[in-house]
């Protein structure tokens, strides 16, 4: 079987063609990580705002950043590669766009957002350079993305469920833009890069929403295909056995955000 990345073209398109996958996995991440916390109002509190910042969302996806940007600049523009995501997205302002082609003036934007999505671009120098190019001097880019050990825990139970079921799981799809390697690549075109780090937890009191997350994209998580009942019968059987012995089953998360500027 072809072994898939994260930035295969193909495989993003087919995955944001709509919104559904994505809500789903985030709807996951709301209701289940300890300690509770508002997501995107910590990725944008790295910053100081004035309030008449112009921020651009490049691959805002359905649109999660919409509300808090709001509550802290009025100028906003939401931009996306899919049609599909962009049509439940309320800002003032959409756009279609590839972040390696920015239909913007250079020197032209305060805060450039690009959050969890720079694991899908193939040619990230080309998208980076333009982030840079747009940004005024003194303007920040915020980059949210995930460890490499993020959900390590599901990955293992996901092998322990193909071991028990005789089948083999689909290639996990390494995130090629992680916590651990994203500074190399931001270093080459902004001087300053920082990483803040956010640990947590996703603590599932039942089966049924890690089943629904894997189905999401049993690909990305190195899961079953679909059609396969038994695998996904073992999955609900080994989670309700923690539950039953710990009370919940939990899957251990890192995730964080780089902030980036040029002098
Ligand atoms: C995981 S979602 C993140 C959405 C949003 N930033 C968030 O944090 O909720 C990734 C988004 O990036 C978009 N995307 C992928 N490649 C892109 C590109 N080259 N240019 C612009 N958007 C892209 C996808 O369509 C998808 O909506």
Redesign the pocket.
Known sequence: MKLMRSDDVDY?KEQ?ATDNN?ATR?RTHELYTEPKRDF?AWVLDQIAWRGDELVV??????G??VEAVQARAHRHIA????HG?LQTVTAPSRVN????HLPLAGKSVDVL?????LY???DKDR?LAEFARVLRPGGVLLA?TNSAQNMMELSALLRQVAAQAGVATLPPVPINFTLENGAAFLQRHFARVERIDLPGALVFPAAQPIVDYVATSPRFVGGFEPADDQPWQILRELVEAEIAAKGTFRVNKLTGVFRCWND
Not at 79 to 82: A, E, F, I, T, V
Not at 97 to 100: I, P
């Open positions: 993003v944001y994505l985030m995107t969302d490049v691959g805002c996806g359905a999660a950043y931009g996306d590669l899919s995501m766009l590839d972040a390696q957002l690009a959050n969890h999505m899908h671009v193939p998208a949210a």
